[in-house]
DNA sequence: CTCCCGATTGTCT
DNA sequence: GACAATCGGGAGA
């Protein structure tokens, strides 16, 4: 991952001829319409403490009222009142009794959309990530299978419960170089944007309405992007 | 590789 | 009471 000392100008946002690329995604890069960042988001970095991930798959959630597979779909309540806040910040949620997934919220606060982010390429920290995937088992996992699949990724990067409504704009020192002081926990590095002829998109995994909407991106022929799967109601 | 199934609990109807 | 923005293991092709 390379990263670059920031200037003042990117502190605000505003690059200036000839300044470097800032270091990590201001607010205003999601507050935005869902459907809009979730493609770019894709190729761009999360970092959460020693594991960076390049994100290669990524899902759109709309707004309330619009979106009837969004958890926001029928108004706010205490486990997605995070994608009700302001844009930029981690919404966690447990699932099937067992895993946690991850999203970046959109849009400004008291609006609820927001990105779930589904699978990505470990490219720094992968003896860590490694470390969580197989913590108690005996299995084997490949390095392309660490963050194949939205809970997988939460595993890797070490997202739980207690990490939900966590800044990934938080403001302050971006001397947030490898070895000086001042790193944000979380936050998300520019990395390489995919070109457009490079990104496909197709309807969400799992979900159990709105199969129509192609609001889940991938980067084309990427390894580490999970395979998709249709809804499957489940039977007693 | 492709099905198929069970696990396990928070959340909302 | 139903079911979920999922995963890993096992059977079979």
Same mark, same amino acid.
């Given at each position: 991952m390379t990263v670059t000392r920031p200037t003042p100008d990117d502190e605000r946002g505003e690059r200036g001829v000839g300044t470097p690329a800032p270091v990590r995604l201001t607010r205003d890069f999601f507050d935005r319409p869902a459907h809009q960042v979730a493609p770019d988001l894709l190729g761009r970095v999360l970092v959460h403490g020693p594991v960076a991930l390049r994100i290669t798959e990524t899902e759109a959630y709309g707004v309330p009222g619009e979106d009837p597979a969004s958890h926001t779909y029928r108004g706010r309540t205490a486990r997605n009142a995070v994608m009700f &806040?302001?844009? &930029?910040?981690?919404?966690?949620?447990?699932t099937y009794g067992m895993h946690f997934c991850a999203n970046l919220t959109c849009l400004p606060e008291g609006v609820g959309s927001g990105v779930l982010l589904r699978a990505g390429e470990v490219i720094s920290g992968a003896e860590r990530a490694l470390a969580r995937r197989t913590a108690g088992s005996a299995r084997v996992v #490949?390095?392309?299978? !660490?963050? #194949?699949? %939205?809970?997988?990724?939460?595993?890797? !990067? &070490?997202?739980?419960?207690?990490?939900?409504?966590?800044d990934a704009c938080a403001p302050g020192p971006l001397a947030g170089l490898p070895g000086l002081p001042g790193l944000p926990e979380l936050f998300v590095s520019p990395g390489e944007p995919v070109a457009p002829s490079s990104i496909r998109s197709g309807p969400r995994t799992g979900v159990s309405s709105a199969q129509e909407t192609p609001w889940r991106f991938w980067i084309d022929a990427d390894?580490?992007?999970?395979?998709?799967?249709?809804?499957? %109601?489940?039977?007693?």
């Amino acid at each position: 991952m390379t990263v670059t000392r920031p200037t003042p100008d990117d502190e605000r946002g505003e690059r200036g001829v000839g300044t470097p690329a800032p270091v990590r995604l201001t607010r205003d890069f999601f507050d935005r319409p869902a459907h809009q960042v979730a493609p770019d988001l894709l190729g761009r970095v999360l970092v959460h403490g020693p594991v960076a991930l390049r994100i290669t798959e990524t899902e759109a959630y709309g707004v309330p009222g619009e979106d009837p597979a969004s958890h926001t779909y029928r108004g706010r309540t205490a486990r997605n009142a995070v994608m009700f &806040g302001p844009p &930029g910040h981690l919404y966690v949620y447990f699932t099937y009794g067992m895993h946690f997934c991850a999203n970046l919220t959109c849009l400004p606060e008291g609006v609820g959309s927001g990105v779930l982010l589904r699978a990505g390429e470990v490219i720094s920290g992968a003896e860590r990530a490694l470390a969580r995937r197989t913590a108690g088992s005996a299995r084997v996992v #490949k390095h392309h299978d !660490l963050a #194949k699949g %939205p809970a997988r990724l939460a595993v890797a !990067l &070490g997202f739980t419960r207690e990490h939900n409504g966590l800044d990934a704009c938080a403001p302050g020192p971006l001397a947030g170089l490898p070895g000086l002081p001042g790193l944000p926990e979380l936050f998300v590095s520019p990395g390489e944007p995919v070109a457009p002829s490079s990104i496909r998109s197709g309807p969400r995994t799992g979900v159990s309405s709105a199969q129509e909407t192609p609001w889940r991106f991938w980067i084309d022929a990427d390894p580490t992007v999970s395979p998709h799967r249709a809804h499957v %109601p489940r039977r007693r």
